[in-house]
């Protein structure tokens, strides 16, 4: 089956000219934004709507004893309180493991865990409710620490008998053998912090009762996971359950984990009373009860030869989940996978561990573990060139993957592998050698310093695991076209370029196509997370509008006297190659269509091939295809108070075609101040399981005098053979390489090494300090 | 969600009074909204009254007149911030102001809700502090002025009683030629509350320290003269040398805490970096 496709995806890489990919086409959404008719969760308001509010655990670990909701129930306007026995279906919206429930039952294992949800005709009447429901509890002894955790008699999980919630590992050669022929060994332990998403809206969701079905409108990431979760708690059939993205305020992975938690709540609701319901978490609720990156701590030794060749390296993982294991499991994995970067490692031995603690459950955020681990290998590569004298980009170079590679897993890359050519063109750009040489020598109280990483980031889902694209295409009786997927639009544009990829192929302009996403009204077609929204998710459109194409090719071919093969449509008009005086109207050529019996609808389900993985040796396939990424930070370092101020930014990208310039910087940008703030600043400090910075005096994220000017970026268009047009993805790419592009260009300017994120100004104030004895 | 109160607007300066004398135990008064707002929200209080004080227009003023310029408790940062007459005549008050959260709350926040909210990190006390500016207090029983450095008496405490309300600010305007300097340090470039914050001001004749004042936020139970570091500089010259060896005694004045934004220890080491910038900003302004 799918020779087909290859078939039309060989076709379409032929093409000689592009009329609308590559270009920075204006976003589809760009007028109703700027206009304020773009409709978020809160601005949707329906008759008889009631508002929920949460109820939320107050100690970080014991067992439930009562839960008194009277006091509540006696305050006029309010309408229900909901407790796990109120579930009608399964209490489990456990992602990776069957280990957490929507609403606490018999105990709570994290402060802010939501314990009951409380329905009321306003939103002050459910708050004040919210505070007269008494749960009494037993507290238990509580665990924080990930590293006492593991070998903790406190179980977050006592049925599981350990803290230990996933453990993963590659074996690859020999690395005992591989330290032994370096001549250099690096060993360094490396630490960070959680990272909130700070969406600038919030989660929320607002479940609507009707004949038969129940439709909730969401901040959400993947609206047929949520459909699957919500109709498991409600037990009802998922067709029975519609999702509906809403324009959604910010997600980066973060919706993706919480869109199921909150279209659930707000339907369970909905469901129970028999009315709307609308359900938005506060700031404080989104810092103590969602999802945030894991905290990590790697252990990572590397060993080199003197002529910079990576021997070995052995690393060990270790996540802070939190109290559930949510992603984790999928986290750690892509951690433990990309552990050597870009480069090929002879000799690999990498554990990982995902441990559970009493504290806010972990989750996705854009990077999806590689962040830290790319912090921990990035930061060895510099510190392996500095042992060895040479400069950093040589040291990458020397090792860097290139096509025919074997990864640290041993999976052979057959194509696509541009991060060579694209760090070379970095370091011209950014004039990174003479930089680099002179900043270290300099002396004063503010100084200059340069720094490189690189980051690679496997597309589409882990080994086997399923992954497939799909949509459906009508072409409407006077030319115009609706395209259905189940991506979402976040913020990020994807519905823009799924318009171009639509665009490109019938060859009419992008006003006249519509793109309906993130329902479940269209096929599944994935979640819009691990940079696949245009990518992996714009295939589906890609066949389904090739198909067409083919189709009203052989009309055209008939009226213009021609072959199909010569038929050219652009700008709404069909042409016979080479004839362009002489040609049929988009319109006319769909009216014939229809005339004579030709289907004007097409779907696109195409089923991504994958490899196999030996899970017991960590060895085989595990992603169809790799995003490479490599950043040059330039800073600038106040030595008297540790303050980091990150001057420029160039990104370079491998991410094969890039379908549209613009919104790619836009996601490059995004990404680069992402990955500052989680390099520099951001921090949630808690005492006894306690966020004590729950909100956005304390909890700080860069500002726009704090984010740098981000330079015209290096795009390698290394095209990847199942790709739209070649693409694979964006989205996460460039902050991943952010932090350990900041801290290697500190560690320039300063002499200084700092090994635990983020680096504040007092932390690196101290370490100035220490180092000046 | 806000906490049940009575909320009670006057529509005169008189009838504020009164009602500070019926209610003024159990009230609070409202001026922008942007510190007492959010307290009211997480429940740190609970008024029974809220006294808006927004209609008080008479409140609302920035004038000079005899070498003293006063503004009205109820003007905005913002309005201060864009003040020709603060720009000209006591500049490092809008230094500050200008760095102090963001446009938005600019417009909200007032000059005198910022003092009596009397936050440690209150970034309008160390510029007034080093102006030797006056506070003018008023109630039904008459009108007090103190100086600005017997106004705080702790986190969130001032010498206010219940029934008065701080009514101006009176900043004289120096003859003899000052050079002033604010700087502050926080954990990002903008929008951020301060670690440490620091005004100086200095006075020099004959290439000698005529006068030094130096006021720090942040670092202590209340914003903070350093008096006695300031002592160590009069009478010696004004060179940048002896600014660096002289600012470490800075310490001696402050005594501050650990908590989620800093330590008391980096506190304290920013307290004399901040001092040394900032007296040979002031310094370069007079020569």
Same mark, same amino acid.
């Given at each position: 089956?799918?020779?087909?496709?290859?078939?039309?995806?060989?076709?379409?890489?032929?093409?000689?000219?592009?009329?609308?990919?590559?270009?920075?086409?204006?976003?589809?959404?760009?007028?109703?934004?700027?206009?304020?008719?773009?409709?978020?969760?809160?601005?949707?308001?329906?008759?008889?709507?009631?508002?929920?509010?949460?109820?939320?655990?107050?100690?970080?670990?014991?067992?439930?004893?009562?839960?008194?909701?009277?006091?509540?129930?006696?305050?006029?306007?309010?309408?229900?309180?909901?407790? @796990?026995?109120?579930?009608?279906?399964?209490?489990?919206?456990? *992602?990776?493991?069957?280990?957490?429930?929507?609403?606490?039952?018999?105990?709570?294992?994290?402060?802010?865990?939501?314990?009951?949800?409380?329905?009321?005709?306003?939103?002050?009447?459910?708050?004040?409710?919210?505070?007269?429901?008494?749960?009494?509890?037993?507290?238990?002894?509580?665990?924080?620490?990930?590293?006492?955790?593991?070998?903790?008699?406190?179980?977050?999980?006592?049925?599981?008998?350990?803290?230990?919630?996933?453990?993963?590992?590659?074996?690859?050669?020999?690395?005992?053998?591989?330290?032994?022929?370096?001549?250099?060994?690096?060993?360094?332990?490396?630490?960070?912090?959680?990272?909130?998403?700070? *969406?600038?809206?919030?989660?929320?969701?607002?479940?609507?009762?009707?004949?038969?079905?129940?439709?909730?409108?969401?901040?959400?990431?993947?609206?047929?996971?949520?459909?699957?979760?919500?109709?498991?708690?409600?037990?009802?059939?998922?067709?029975?359950?519609?999702?509906?993205?809403?324009?959604?305020?910010? @997600?980066?992975?973060?919706?993706?984990?919480?869109?199921?938690?909150?279209?659930?709540?707000?339907?369970?609701?909905?469901?129970?009373?028999?009315?709307?319901?609308?359900?938005?978490?506060?700031?404080?609720?989104?810092?103590?009860?969602?999802?945030?990156?894991?905290?990590?701590?790697?252990?990572? !030794?590397?060993?080199?030869?003197?002529?910079?060749?990576?021997?070995?390296?052995?690393?060990?993982?270790?996540?802070? /989940?939190?109290?559930?294991?949510?992603?984790?499991?999928?986290?750690?994995?892509?951690?433990?996978?990309?552990?050597?970067?870009?480069?090929?490692?002879?000799?690999?031995?990498?554990?990982?561990?995902?441990?559970?603690?009493?504290?806010?459950?972990?989750?996705?955020? %854009?990077?999806?573990?590689?962040?830290?681990?790319?912090?921990?290998?990035? #930061?060895?590569?510099?510190?392996?060139?500095?042992?060895?004298?040479?400069?950093?980009?040589?040291?990458?170079?020397?090792?860097?993957?290139?096509?025919?590679?074997?990864?640290?897993?041993?999976?052979?890359?057959?194509?696509?592998?541009?991060?060579?050519?694209?760090?070379? !063109?970095?370091?011209?750009?950014?004039?990174?050698?003479?930089?680099?040489?002179?900043?270290?020598?300099?002396?004063?109280?503010?100084?200059?310093?340069?720094?490189?990483?690189?980051?690679?980031?496997?597309? #589409?889902?882990? %080994?086997?695991?399923?992954? =497939?694209?799909?949509?459906?295409?009508?072409?409407?009786?006077?030319? #115009?076209?609706?395209?259905?997927?189940?991506?979402?639009?976040?913020?990020?544009?994807?519905?823009?370029?799924?318009?171009?990829?639509?665009?490109?192929?019938?060859?009419?302009?992008?006003?006249?196509?519509?793109?309906?996403?993130?329902?479940?009204?269209?096929?599944?077609?994935?979640?819009?997370?691990? /940079?696949?929204?245009?990518?992996?998710?714009?295939?589906?459109?890609?066949? @389904?509008?090739?198909?067409?194409?083919? %189709?009203?090719?052989?009309?055209?071919?008939?009226?213009?006297?021609?072959?199909?093969?010569?038929?050219?449509?652009?700008?709404?008009?069909?042409?016979?190659?080479?004839?362009?005086?002489?040609?049929?109207? =988009?319109?006319?050529?769909?009216?014939?269509?229809?005339?004579?019996?030709?289907?004007?609808?097409?779907?696109? *389900?195409?089923?991504?091939?994958?490899?196999?993985?030996?899970?017991?040796?960590?060895?085989?396939?595990?992603?169809?295809?790799? #995003?490479?990424?490599?950043?040059?930070?330039?800073?600038?370092?106040?030595?008297?108070?540790?303050?980091?101020?990150?001057?420029?930014?160039?990104?370079?990208?491998?991410?094969?075609?890039?379908?549209?310039?613009?919104?790619?910087?836009?996601?490059?940008?995004?990404?680069?101040?992402?990955?500052?703030?989680?390099?520099?600043?951001?921090?949630?400090?808690?005492?006894?399981?306690?966020?004590?910075?729950?909100?956005?005096?304390?909890?700080?994220?860069?500002?726009?005098?704090?984010?740098?000017?981000?330079?015209?970026?290096?795009?390698?268009?290394?095209?990847?053979?199942?790709?739209?047009?070649?693409?694979?993805?964006?989205?996460?790419?460039?902050?991943?390489?952010?932090?350990?592009?900041?801290?290697?260009?500190?560690?320039?300017?300063?002499?200084?090494?700092?090994?635990?994120?983020?680096?504040?100004?007092?932390?690196?104030?101290?370490?100035?300090?220490?180092?000046?004895? | 969600?806000?906490?049940?109160?009575?909320?009670?607007?006057? &529509?005169?300066?008189?009838?504020?009074?009164?009602?500070?004398?019926?209610?003024?135990?159990?009230?609070?008064?409202?001026?922008?909204?942007?510190?007492?707002?959010?307290?009211?929200?997480?429940?740190?209080?609970?008024?029974?009254?809220?006294?808006?004080?927004?209609?008080?227009?008479?409140?609302?003023?920035?004038?000079?007149?005899?070498?003293?310029?006063?503004?009205?408790?109820?003007?905005?940062?913002?309005?201060?911030?864009?003040?020709?007459?603060?720009?000209?005549?006591?500049?490092?008050?809008?230094?500050?102001?200008?760095?102090?959260?963001?446009?938005?709350?600019?417009?909200?926040?007032?000059?005198?809700?910022?003092?009596?909210?009397?936050?440690?990190?209150?970034?309008?006390?160390?510029?007034?502090?080093?102006?030797?500016?006056?506070?003018?207090?008023?109630?039904?029983?008459?009108?007090?002025?103190?100086?600005?450095?017997?106004?705080?008496?702790?986190?969130?405490?001032?010498?206010?009683?219940?029934?008065?309300?701080?009514?101006?600010?009176?900043?004289?305007?120096?003859?003899?030629?000052?050079?002033?300097?604010?700087?502050?340090?926080?954990?990002?470039?903008?929008?951020?509350?301060?670690?440490?914050?620091?005004?100086?001001?200095?006075?020099?004749?004959?290439?000698?320290?005529?006068?030094?004042?130096?006021?720090?936020?942040?670092?202590?139970?209340?914003?903070?003269?350093? &008096?006695?570091?300031?002592?160590?500089?009069?009478?010696?010259?004004?060179?940048?040398?002896?600014?660096?060896?002289?600012?470490?005694?800075?310490?001696?004045?402050?005594?501050?805490?650990?908590?989620?934004?800093?330590?008391?220890?980096?506190?304290?080491?920013?307290?004399?970096?901040?001092?040394?910038?900032?007296?040979?900003?002031?310094?370069?302004?007079?020569?």
């Amino acid at each position: 089956m799918s020779e087909e496709f290859l078939r039309l995806f060989e076709k379409w890489k032929k093409a000689k000219g592009f009329l609308v990919v590559g270009r920075g086409v204006r976003r589809v959404d760009a007028l109703e934004k700027v206009l304020g008719e773009a409709r978020y969760v809160e601005d949707y308001f329906f008759d008889g709507m009631l508002y929920v509010r949460l109820v939320k655990s107050t100690i970080p670990h014991g067992r439930i004893k009562k839960i008194d909701v009277s006091g509540a129930l006696r305050l006029p306007g309010v309408v229900g309180v909901f407790t @796990a026995k109120d579930i009608p279906g399964i209490n489990q919206v456990g *992602y990776a493991l069957p280990d957490q429930p929507l609403l606490a039952e018999g105990k709570v294992r994290f402060h802010g865990e939501v314990v009951a949800l409380v329905a009321a005709e306003g939103p002050d009447v459910a708050e004040e409710a919210a505070r007269l429901v008494k749960v009494e509890y037993e507290p238990l002894p509580a665990v924080f620490d990930p590293l006492e955790a593991m070998n903790s008699k406190v179980l977050v999980h006592e049925e599981k008998g350990s803290n230990i919630a996933e453990t993963t590992k590659v074996r690859k050669g020999d690395v005992e053998k591989g330290f032994e022929q370096a001549d250099v060994i690096v060993e360094n332990t490396y630490r960070t912090g959680h990272q909130d998403h700070v *969406y600038l809206e919030t989660e929320g969701a607002v479940a609507v009762p009707e004949p038969g079905r129940i439709t909730v409108i969401g901040s959400i990431q993947y609206p047929h996971l949520c459909q699957t979760i919500t109709s498991r708690v409600l037990g009802l059939d998922m067709a029975q359950v519609r999702i509906v993205q809403a324009s959604v305020g910010g @997600a980066f992975g973060g919706k993706d984990d919480m869109g199921p938690l909150v279209t659930a709540k707000a339907a369970l609701v909905a469901y129970k009373t028999g009315r709307p319901a609308m359900l938005v978490y506060t700031r404080e609720d989104s810092f103590t009860s969602h999802c945030k990156r894991d905290p990590s701590i790697i252990e990572y !030794k590397s060993g080199a030869t003197s002529d910079g060749k990576l021997t070995a390296i052995q690393v060990k993982i270790i996540l802070d /989940s939190g109290a559930y294991a949510n992603r984790g499991p999928f986290v750690l994995w892509r951690a433990t996978m990309h552990a050597s970067g870009p480069y090929e490692v002879p000799n690999a031995k990498v554990d990982g561990f995902l441990v559970y603690t009493n504290k806010v459950f972990e989750g996705s955020f %854009r990077g999806f573990g590689n962040p830290q681990i790319q912090f921990a290998a990035e #930061s060895q590569m510099d510190e392996l060139a500095e042992k060895l004298g040479l400069d950093p980009v040589e040291i990458r170079l020397r090792n860097i993957l290139k096509p025919g590679s074997l990864t640290i897993t041993s999976q052979k890359l057959d194509h696509s592998v541009g991060i060579g050519e694209a760090v070379k !063109k970095l370091a011209e750009v950014s004039d990174f050698k003479r930089k680099w040489a002179e900043y270290r020598k300099d002396g004063g109280v503010k100084r200059r310093g340069i720094g490189i990483a690189c980051g690679w980031h496997g597309i #589409s889902t882990s %080994r086997g695991v399923p992954d =497939w694209s799909n949509a459906y295409i009508n072409i409407y009786k006077d030319g #115009s076209v609706v395209c259905g997927t189940g991506i979402c639009e976040i913020g990020q544009g994807t519905h823009t370029a799924h318009a171009q990829i639509v665009s490109e192929v019938l060859g009419i302009p992008i006003e006249h196509i519509k793109i309906v996403g993130g329902t479940t009204d269209a096929p599944d077609t994935g979640a819009t997370h691990a /940079s696949r929204g245009s990518s992996i998710g714009g295939i589906g459109i890609f066949v @389904a509008a090739a198909k067409l194409r083919e %189709r009203v090719e052989k009309v055209a071919a008939k009226l213009l006297g021609c072959t199909p093969e010569e038929v050219e449509i652009r700008d709404g008009k069909a042409y016979c190659r080479g004839v362009p005086d002489k040609y049929i109207e =988009w319109r006319d050529l769909v009216k014939k269509c229809y005339e004579t019996g030709v289907e004007m609808s097409a779907t696109g *389900y195409f089923f991504l091939p994958k490899g196999t993985f030996d899970q017991e040796r960590g060895q085989g396939f595990a992603y169809p295809a790799y #995003s490479y990424v490599a950043n040059v930070a330039e800073v600038e370092v106040d030595m008297e108070t540790g303050q980091v101020k990150v001057l420029r930014v160039w990104p370079a990208l491998a991410a094969g075609k890039i379908l549209n310039p613009t919104l790619v910087e836009g996601q490059l940008e995004g990404a680069i101040a992402q990955g500052l703030g989680y390099a520099l600043m951001e921090e949630l400090v808690f005492k006894d399981g306690v966020i004590l910075n729950a909100n956005l005096t304390d909890y700080v994220i860069p500002t726009v005098e704090d984010v740098p000017e981000v330079m015209k970026p290096v795009y390698v268009e290394d095209l990847y053979q199942y790709g739209p047009f070649g693409a694979k993805g964006v989205g996460e790419m460039a902050l991943i390489p952010t932090p350990a592009a900041i801290i290697n260009a500190i560690y320039n300017a300063t002499g200084v090494r700092i090994r635990e994120l983020p680096a504040t100004p007092e932390k690196l104030y101290f370490a100035l300090k220490k180092a000046r004895g | 969600m806000l906490p049940r109160f009575k909320y009670l607007r006057p &529509k005169s300066f008189e009838e504020a009074l009164e009602l500070l004398d019926k209610y003024g135990e159990q009230a609070k008064l409202l001026a922008g909204g942007t510190d007492l707002i959010v307290k009211m929200k997480d429940d740190v209080v609970k008024p029974k009254y809220v006294i808006d004080l927004s209609r008080l227009e008479e409140l609302k003023f920035i004038s000079k007149e005899d070498g003293v310029i006063k503004i009205g408790a109820l003007t905005t940062l913002r309005e201060i911030e864009t003040s020709p007459i603060i720009r000209e005549n006591v500049h490092v008050l809008s230094d500050a102001v200008e760095k102090m959260a963001s446009w938005q709350i600019r417009n909200l926040g007032t000059i005198g809700g910022n003092l009596c909210n009397a936050s440690p990190a209150a970034d309008t006390a160390p510029p007034l502090l080093v102006l030797e500016a006056e506070l003018k207090l008023t109630s039904s029983e008459g009108e007090r002025t103190v100086p600005i450095d017997q106004f705080f008496t702790g986190p969130g405490e001032t010498i206010l009683k219940n029934n008065e309300l701080l009514t101006e600010i009176q900043i004289p305007i120096m003859s003899n030629h000052a050079g002033t300097a604010f700087l502050k340090l926080g954990r990002r470039f903008a929008h951020t509350l301060s670690i440490v914050s620091v005004a100086t001001l200095v006075v020099v004749e004959d290439d000698v320290f005529k006068d030094v004042r130096i006021a720090l936020g942040s670092v202590a139970p209340t914003p903070v003269r350093a &008096k006695k570091t300031e002592d160590r500089f009069r009478g010696l010259s004004a060179t940048k040398d002896v600014v660096e060896k002289n600012c470490v005694w800075v310490v001696e004045d402050v005594s501050p805490i650990s908590d989620v934004r800093a330590s008391a220890e980096y506190r304290k080491e920013m307290s004399i970096v901040l001092t040394k910038r900032a007296l040979i900003e002031a310094l370069d302004e007079v020569r």
